[in-house]
């Protein structure tokens, strides 16, 4: 009987004939372009209506990033049935980061306005586990990170063979590039998984602050913001 290749498996064969002709190289560029898989569970509830209205929670997306000597863009597409779930979905997206300049901007919103908060470029505090994943040709470690405001965990696979310091996030400091990623939070679960890398950026003028929708403002003004209209 020939075998049943359903969409599930077919990238998942894509992945490791990625990953394969990675191994052919110990180093990437310093210009490059990832893409990540996004499935989504929403935490809706009991509601029968609801959860027929949005699919039963399930959304679907990609993260793409744009890296580039140390400067790197980040940036969420739906599919065009997703559309009516924008407000449903990654609010920090997108984002930019500057290594050189410790330089993170992100977009956020208090009601309907939109902000492109300027801050420190940090990373998360992670905590190195035990277990190991073999993903493709890979050995891949295992991270892992809580944050309690907002209630974020995160899981995550990477391997050292490819140092690149991009997580789905962005910008990471873990000591190569994430291939998984399980984040859990109060309103659902996303999977995010590796779908393509490659060399190169198509335009790096689209590696820009200023592409960061809103009103530019600082961290510490931002929260004060916020604190005052929650009054």
Not at 65 to 91: C, F, N, Q
Request: proline content about 6%; some cysteine; hydrophobic content about 40%.
């Amino acid at each position: 009987m020939a075998p049943v290749f359903n969409a599930h498996h077919m990238m998942k064969l894509g992945i490791l004939v990625i990953l394969s002709l990675l191994a052919c190289r110990t180093v990437l560029g310093q210009s490059y372009t990832v893409v990540y898989d996004i499935q989504a569970q929403m935490n809706f509830g009991d509601d029968e209506e609801v959860l027929k209205k949005y699919r039963n929670g399930h959304l679907e997306g990609e993260v793409i990033i744009r890296y580039k000597d140390g400067r790197g863009m980040v940036e969420t597409h739906r599919p065009p049935r997703a559309d009516s779930l924008k407000h449903l979905w990654l609010k920090v997206l997108p984002s930019y980061f500057d290594s050189n300049k410790g330089l993170a901007v992100k977009a956020d919103n208090i009601s309907d306005k939109e902000f492109a908060v300027e801050s420190d470029l940090r990373d998360y505090a992670w905590e190195f586990m035990a277990p190991k994943k073999q993903i493709g040709k890979y050995e891949c470690h295992c991270a892992w990170n809580f944050d309690t405001i907002p209630q974020n965990v995160r899981t995550v696979y990477y391997t050292t063979e490819l140092p690149i310091p991009i997580t789905p996030d962005g910008y990471s400091t873990l000591p190569g590039i994430v291939l998984e990623m399980e984040r859990i939070t109060p309103r659902g679960k996303f999977v995010f998984t590796l779908k393509e890398i490659r060399e190169g950026v198509d335009d790096p003028s689209l590696i820009s602050a200023a592409r960061v929708p809103g009103e530019r403002i600082t961290e510490e003004k931002f929260k004060a913001l916020k604190a005052k209209r929650a009054r």
